[in-house]
């Protein structure tokens, strides 16, 4: 039995990142420091830093497809290493402007990618902050005069060498990292001026825990605490679709309750709401919500890492197709994660479409205030 896993990924590339650095311009914000820069004869060189992070990749090409922008956004650079893509956005005119970057992003992000990759530099992840949904996953490669943004990888190479972590299964944490930029005309006076506008979400090299280098019993518990408190406060008054397994098992304690082995559990607002549902009570409960109403709370079962199709058979298609991927909450310890031995998590909901749909990478709980990113495979 194989299993298949691919990342979609969302790429951007601002071309005229960097351009009003050779004339020693502190940036490259504006449409006239870009006339400038074309008119005195200076190269655009940020499309050739992100294919020095692409060319990493290029191993991999099988497993990966991107979704872009046409001509020097994108697509002339995936094209020339022969990368997979799809086009969907087209600037209107040349140079293209910021409203190009928000709007080529604002229709990519539209596209189910794992994690959207752009190269430019503190004025492109400026604009980037401003039009992706809050979860989404970014990295940015540094091709700008300015990069005081910690959303940017310390190199393309960097840069690279991450999305090359994720496609090879290993352990990614996740954090908030912040978006920066200064205000360019002050610093051309001799002023540095760097404000904080927000911040985005970004795969890092992993920094394990404490609690997790400690090893044995009390460790595990208090990493299952942990866990508890992170689900616990991100609750609202979603309805919590509960499956089973330890971790899951160590939520509902939390909460006061008891976890059915190998079943599903309905709680609401701290409430109970019932035990050991079938699949038909399960449907009927999630299909007079909105889908954003509800959470499905679950942990991989077994060895191989099954998410779906082991143990859980309640969670059949037509189930998760109404809470939506987006709406699934993984819970694992980093012990577990680490014991798959870089092996993708897997579906096996008995639909390949939806096995499809669900496959690329998902965040999973591991702590309080900590993820990480896993890839997720279908079984062929």
Same mark, same amino acid.
């Not at 997790?212 to 866990?227: A, P, T």
């Not at 409960?285 to 099954?306: M, P």
């Not at 987006?326 to 092996?343: D, G, M, P």
């Given at each position: 039995?194989?299993?298949?896993?691919?990342?979609?990924?969302?790429?951007?590339?601002?071309?005229?990142?960097?351009? !009003?650095?050779?004339?020693?311009?502190?940036?490259? #914000?504006?449409? *006239? +420091?870009?006339?400038? $820069?074309?008119?005195? /004869?200076?190269?655009?060189?940020?499309?050739?830093?992100?294919?020095?992070?692409?060319?990493?990749?290029?191993?991999?090409?099988?497993?990966?497809?991107?979704?872009?922008?046409?001509?020097?956004?994108?697509?002339?650079?995936?094209?020339?290493?022969?990368?997979?893509?799809?086009?969907?956005?087209?600037?209107?005119?040349?140079?293209?402007?910021?409203?190009?970057?928000?709007?080529?992003?604002?229709?990519?992000?539209?596209?189910?990618?794992?994690?959207?990759?752009?190269?430019?530099?503190?004025?492109?992840?400026?604009?980037?902050?401003?039009?992706?949904?809050?979860?989404?996953?970014?990295?940015?490669?540094?091709?700008?005069?300015?990069?005081?943004?910690?959303?940017?990888?310390?190199?393309?190479?960097?840069?690279?060498?991450?999305?090359?972590?994720?496609?090879? !299964?290993?352990?990614?944490?996740?954090?908030?990292? #912040?978006?920066? *930029? +200064?205000?360019?005309? $002050?610093?051309?006076? /001799?002023?540095?001026?760097?404000?904080?506008?927000?911040?985005?979400?970004?795969?890092?090299?992993?920094?394990?825990?404490?609690?997790?280098?400690?090893?044995?019993?009390?460790?595990?518990?208090?990493?299952?605490?942990?866990?508890?408190?992170?689900?616990?406060?991100?609750?609202?008054?979603?309805?919590?679709?509960?499956?089973?397994?330890?971790?899951?098992?160590?939520?509902?304690?939390?909460?006061?309750?008891?976890?059915?082995?190998?079943?599903?559990?309905?709680?609401?607002?701290?409430?109970?709401?019932?035990?050991?549902?079938?699949?038909?009570?399960?449907?009927?409960?999630?299909?007079?919500?909105?889908?954003?109403?509800?959470?499905?709370?679950?942990?991989?079962?077994?060895?191989?890492?099954?998410?779906?199709?082991?143990?859980?058979?309640?969670?059949?298609?037509?189930?998760?197709?109404?809470?939506?991927?987006?709406?699934?909450?993984?819970?694992?310890?980093?012990?577990?994660?680490?014991?798959?031995?870089?092996?993708?998590?897997?579906?096996?909901?008995?639909?390949?479409?939806?096995?499809?749909?669900?496959?690329?990478?998902?965040?999973?709980?591991?702590?309080?205030?900590?993820?990480?990113?896993?890839?997720?495979?279908?079984?062929?």
């Amino acid at each position: 039995m194989e299993t298949s896993s691919r990342l979609t990924v969302g790429f951007i590339i601002n071309p005229y990142a960097g351009i !009003g650095g050779a004339l020693a311009l502190k940036g490259s #914000d504006g449409a *006239d +420091i870009r006339q400038k $820069a074309l008119a005195a /004869g200076v190269e655009k060189k940020a499309a050739r830093r992100a294919e020095t992070a692409l060319e990493l990749l290029q191993p991999y090409k099988q497993q990966l497809h991107f979704v872009t922008a046409a001509n020097e956004m994108g697509a002339d650079s995936l094209e020339a290493l022969g990368f997979s893509f799809d086009s969907v956005y087209k600037a209107a005119e040349t140079p293209s402007s910021p409203e190009d970057t928000k709007k080529a992003v604002s229709e990519i992000v539209t596209h189910n990618i794992d994690i959207l990759l752009f190269a430019g530099g503190d004025g492109t992840a400026r604009d980037i902050y401003q039009v992706v949904p809050e979860q989404q996953l970014v990295l940015g490669i540094p091709a700008g005069v300015k990069i005081h943004s910690g959303v940017y990888a310390i190199s393309p190479t960097g840069a690279g060498r991450v999305i090359e972590k994720i496609l090879q !299964g290993e352990l990614s944490s996740i954090h908030n990292a #912040d978006v920066m *930029d +200064i205000d360019e005309e $002050a610093f051309r006076k /001799g002023t540095v001026k760097a404000r904080r506008f927000g911040e985005m979400s970004v795969p890092a090299e992993l920094e394990y825990v404490q609690a997790v280098k400690m090893g044995g019993k009390e460790s595990d518990e208090m990493v299952l605490d942990d866990i508890a408190a992170e689900v616990t406060e991100r609750i609202d008054d979603e309805l919590l679709v509960m499956g089973s397994g330890s971790t899951v098992e160590a939520i509902m304690q939390s909460m006061g309750h008891e976890n059915t082995l190998l079943g599903v559990d309905l709680v609401q607002q701290n409430n109970l709401l019932a035990s050991d549902v079938t699949e038909n009570r399960l449907y009927e409960e999630v299909a007079q919500r909105e889908t954003g109403s509800i959470k499905l709370v679950i942990t991989l079962i077994g060895g191989q890492g099954h998410l779906f199709g082991r143990g859980n058979q309640q969670l059949s298609p037509r189930v998760i197709r109404h809470i939506g991927k987006e709406n699934i909450w993984v819970v694992a310890t980093k012990t577990k994660l680490q014991a798959l031995n870089s092996k993708p998590l897997r579906v096996d909901t008995g639909d390949s479409e939806l096995d499809r749909e669900l496959s690329g990478t998902i965040r999973v709980i591991t702590g309080y205030h900590d993820e990480v990113l896993m890839p997720v495979a279908a079984v062929n």
